[in-house]
């Protein structure tokens, strides 16, 4: 039987007769495949990564593990449709902690309709994309009581700017990969990862005499709908969200006073969660 993810964070949701993604109690996550040019050019993507032999397996990890196409009964009720069959990167976890962030100061590209380029112009400028390379497109985070969870709504997330994000789940964890992703986007040239996402997860361990704190974070990437072929020239747009991601990160890590929870929101903002604790969280 297939359910709504409890913990999706951005992105087309199967909820009120939308289409949106599914998942399975086997740890498979169900992406429909958009009717337009996007849910080929995701299969597309899926397919040659897949079979790409030149990706290394270090890299690979990065990436959902892809089981295929299958036909199954879309969360719309318009019957059975094609979807992508993904690994569940949340599968496994109970209260996972999740941010998803839209890499590139700009996610248009030159292949794309005027329509969807006009689309993401405005929604560069209006958000930190232009002014940061990266922005934030969602997030959850689990506080340390049992049933405290941040989730806010997406107008709230939208209206984050540089001074106002706040990076749950820094350290050594999350560093360290991203820059082993730097890594490879400094010689890839097959991809152009357009409008793609990272999603930095990691499990919330609720504080007790023995217990605390967070496990080990992953970081994955997400969202190929608008992936182009590299044509031998570097990712320079995700090239420099990256580091401008890894940057913010580091300087977050070397200077936590400056960004404490009360700098991430908006006096409209303060009766959400988080509290302090829980922004401090360390991975
Ligand atoms: O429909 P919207 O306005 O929520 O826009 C979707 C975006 O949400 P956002 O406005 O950034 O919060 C959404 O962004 P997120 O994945 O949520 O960051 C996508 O950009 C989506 O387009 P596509 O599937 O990548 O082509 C966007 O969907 P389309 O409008 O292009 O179908
Ligand atoms: N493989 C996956 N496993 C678990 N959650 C996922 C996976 N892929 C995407 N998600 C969740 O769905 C959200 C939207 O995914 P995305 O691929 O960007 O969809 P869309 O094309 O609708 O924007 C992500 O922010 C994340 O919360």
Redesign the pocket.
Same mark, same amino acid.
Request: hydrophobic letters at 35%; aromatic letters at 4%; glycine letters at 12%.
């Given at each position: 039987m297939l359910k709504v /993810?409890e !913990?999706? *964070? #951005?992105? !087309?949701q199967a909820l009120d007769g939308h289409l +949106? /993604?599914l998942i399975d109690d086997s740890g498979r996550?169900y992406?429909p495949l958009q009717s337009d040019e996007r849910g080929s050019k995701e299969m597309s993507f899926y397919t040659s990564f897949s079979s790409n032999t030149r990706i290394p397996e270090h890299i690979r990890r990065f990436f /959902?593990v892809f089981h295929g196409t299958q036909l199954v009964e879309a969360s719309d009720g318009s019957g059975r449709k094609p979807h992508l069959v993904?690994?569940?990167?949340?599968s496994g976890h109970s209260k996972p902690c *999740?941010m998803?962030i839209k890499i590139g100061s700009r996610t248009w590209y030159p292949q794309a309709s005027e329509d969807y380029i006009q689309r993401c112009f405005k929604k560069d400028r209006e958000t930190s994309s232009l002014s940061l390379g990266f922005r934030v $497109? +969602?997030l959850q985070v689990y506080g340390n009581k049992e049933s405290e969870v941040w989730k806010p709504e997406r107008k709230v997330v939208k209206r984050v700017t540089g001074d106002k994000v706040s990076v749950y789940g820094g350290s050594t964890g999350i560093l360290a990969q991203l820059l082993e992703l730097k890594a490879w986007f400094e010689d890839q040239t097959t991809y152009h990862f357009n409008s793609c $996402?990272v999603?930095m997860l990691y499990e919330k361990k609720l504080l007790g005499p023995k217990e605390g704190g967070s496990t080990a974070a992953e970081v994955k990437l *997400?969202?190929f #709908?608008h992936v182009t072929e590299g044509n031998g020239v570097i990712d320079h747009n995700f090239l420099g969200g990256l580091c401008s991601l890894i940057k913010f990160i580091s300087e977050i890590l070397t200077n936590p006073d400056e960004h404490s929870p009360r700098t991430c929101l908006q006096d409209s903002d303060k009766n959400d969660f988080p509290t302090e604790n829980g922004a401090a969280e360390s991975n």
């Open positions: /993810p !913990h999706q *964070v #951005a992105g !087309h +949106g /993604p996550f992406k /959902p993904l690994e569940d990167i949340t *999740v998803d $497109s +969602g $996402s999603l *997400v969202d #709908a």
